[in-house]
């Protein structure tokens, strides 16, 4: 049996193709995808953008996927890349949309997933021999699948790779429709923290905002800054807005030099396990090819 670490999209989908055991450390399953209820609104952790329906369809038929053209307004294009990632050769593909599909249920899709697989809740914490030893109880694997943070199994097989990344703070907010005309705002500018903002349409009441702000390690943007710098920019004011979480993303833009040579046993899958910047649609399909 092999055992598959992380229970993201790539962990579940690796999942379903295999005889397995899933082991996660997070009480819920979905990983930066997370569906949480707010409002009444089932609001994914970031935008459920896809550019193909084969992947999706293939893991999940009942699929609900609308095609979007989205409208994009730049503010100040020239220092953008700049501001969210200064190392970067060019920024991801997902924070540049134009023409995209949008999953509408993902949270039916994280539901028909999770009934297929085997989930045991806990974190890796040595390997010796074909035993993964998690903080909960050894797990034997004939192959060991990686789809969570390959910066921190290197460290438990002991590989060291150069390898970075860069964080950012999600601020993801309800307010009323009509407030904008456009879909994506690119805000160059220095004069804020905030650099992306996404607008999808997810219910007949409510505009559902991702607010994106890129960090260093260790140099965390305040939330509360955050907000002042959409009110600075005319985006939004508090008294517009229903319900608003953040999260913190600490490996959101990968970056660095991977080794070619890795463990027999370590099979390497999804965005994190490839460290690569995959849009959802190629996490998918690195995980189906797993």
């Given at each position: ?186 805000y160059g500018k220095s004069s804020t923290i905030f650099s992306h903002i996404f ?57 660095g030099e991977k080794r070619k040579e890795r463990p027999q046993y370590v ?24």
């Amino acid at each position: 049996m092999d055992v598959i670490i992380g229970a993201g999209i790539s962990g579940l989908v690796a999942a379903t193709t295999r005889e397995s055991v899933v082991l996660e450390e997070q009480h819920e399953v979905g990983g930066v995808y997370l569906v949480d209820e707010v409002s009444n609104i089932k609001i994914p952790g970031l935008p459920p953008f896809v550019e193909r329906e084969k992947e999706i369809l293939e893991i999940f038929p009942s699929a609900v996927i609308d095609e979007l053209s989205l409208i994009v307004e730049t503010v100040d294009d020239i220092h953008l890349k700049e501001k969210v990632c200064q190392r970067c050769l060019s920024l991801p593909s997902w924070l540049r949309p134009r023409k995209v599909l949008m999953i509408r249920n993902m949270s039916e899709l994280f539901n028909s997933l999770k009934s297929k697989v085997k989930i045991i809740r806990g974190y890796p914490v040595k390997i010796s021999g074909n035993v993964l030893f998690s903080n909960r109880a050894p797990l034997e694997f004939k192959t060991l699948v990686n789809t969570g943070s390959r910066q921190r199994l290197d460290r438990i097989i002991g590989i060291n790779e150069n390898l970075d990344s860069i964080g950012c703070l999600i601020v993801t907010f309800t307010a009323d429709k009509g407030l904008h005309s456009w879909d994506v705002l690119e805000y160059g500018k220095s004069s804020t923290i905030f650099s992306h903002i996404f607008r999808l349409n997810l219910s007949d009441e409510l505009d559902v905002y991702y607010v994106y702000s890129f960090y260093n390690k260790n140099k965390l943007p305040d939330v509360e800054r955050v907000m002042q710098d959409l009110k600075r920019a005319g985006v939004v004011v508090r008294q517009n807005i229903y319900s608003m979480r953040a999260k913190y993303i600490q490996e959101c833009i990968l970056m660095g030099e991977k080794r070619k040579e890795r463990p027999q046993y370590v099979r390497d899958c999804g965005r994190l396990g490839l460290w690569e910047n995959l849009s959802l649609s190629d996490a998918i399909g690195s995980a189906l090819e797993c």
